[in-house]
């Protein structure tokens, strides 16, 4: 997709990642670490991505949930901070229509997109919060969740 607008996906590799455009033009930069990588695109969109031993293509239930305020951009894994950009803080305004599990995801816009449009894995809930989500809240809600799996 190449509307201004927010993505969470799950890459080619299982990784996840959450893309924001912002209100600047940024030079493109990629910054690796263990926790994952933060890299800025030309077009102003700012790229989160879990690191290479945190896949999500396992055959296993995950919790995912980014967020985005003035704190940054921040992605969760499981009920746990996986990474936060805390210079995501000024994205786009933008009003449109929210699509769960599918969507083309355009590789000259955003990196590492899956191999088909379609998310191949079950999806249990989607929620969205007219507010930005605190960490405890976020592990609060995964381990409701992981409670009813075992």
């Not at 201004?4 to 893309?19: E, K, N, P, Y």
């Not at 995801?105 to 999806?123: E, F, K, M, Y």
């Amino acid at each position: 997709n190449t509307q201004v607008d927010r993505h969470f996906w799950v890459g080619a590799d299982g990784l996840l990642s959450f893309g924001a455009t912002m209100n600047a033009s940024l030079v493109p930069s990629l910054t690796n670490s263990s926790a994952g990588s933060i890299q800025e695109l030309a077009g102003g969109q700012r790229v989160i991505k879990t690191p290479a031993t945190r896949a999500v293509n396992d055959n296993a239930w995950h919790h995912a949930v980014a967020t985005l305020g003035s704190g940054g951009a921040t992605m969760y894994l499981d009920g746990n901070i996986v990474l936060n950009d805390s210079a995501a803080t000024s994205p786009v305004s933008y009003t449109g229509f929210w699509k769960v599990a599918g969507e083309t995801i355009t590789q000259s816009v955003w990196p590492n997109p899956g191999t088909t449009d379609w998310l191949t894995a079950s999806v249990d809930e989607m929620a969205v919060w007219n507010r930005v989500l605190t960490a405890t809240e976020v592990n609060q809600l995964w381990r409701r969740g992981a409670n009813r799996l075992f």
